[in-house]
């Protein structure tokens, strides 16, 4: 059985840093894609980052990029969002997520990933 367990989420001053972390337990082999999308009070969820394993590339959504990096450990059991120059508008809650073996994801989709994490709530102040 496939678990995410994530930490790491926190309050934080505008400009300030987080670092996202999704420890997975259960998968055979490496999860073709892995995830993360937030949602903020009032909107629609959406994805912040997808990375595809095969490729190890990552995209992310043009709020993000150049603030937020992927990662993944070396055993590529777990993978972290590390989050630099916060803005308010990146208060949200955050789920980590992944797709089951053999499957396939688009980029900034949520069509497949059908393993997610808790949640974890991040707080950016002015």
């Known amino acids: 059985q496939v678990q995410l367990v994530e930490s790491g989420g926190g309050s934080v001053q505008a400009g300030g840093s987080l670092r996202l972390s999704c420890a997975t337990s259960?998968?055979?082999?490496?999860?073709?894609?892995m995830g993360w999308f937030r949602q903020a009070p009032g909107k629609e969820r959406e994805a912040v980052a997808t990375y595809f394993t095969a490729v190890d590339r990552t995209y992310y959504t043009g709020s993000v990029k150049g603030r937020f990096t992927f990662s993944r450990d070396n055993a590529g059991n777990t993978f972290f969002l590390q989050m630099n120059s916060l803005q308010l508008e990146d208060t949200a809650m955050y789920y980590c997520?992944?797709?089951?073996?053999?499957?396939?994801?688009?980029?900034?989709?949520?069509?497949?990933?059908?393993?997610w994490g808790q949640g974890t709530q991040v707080t950016v102040s002015s």
């Open positions: 997520a992944a797709v089951p073996v053999g499957s396939w994801c688009a980029a900034l989709s949520s069509h497949n990933f059908v393993y």
């Open positions: 259960g998968y055979t082999s490496a999860p073709p894609c």
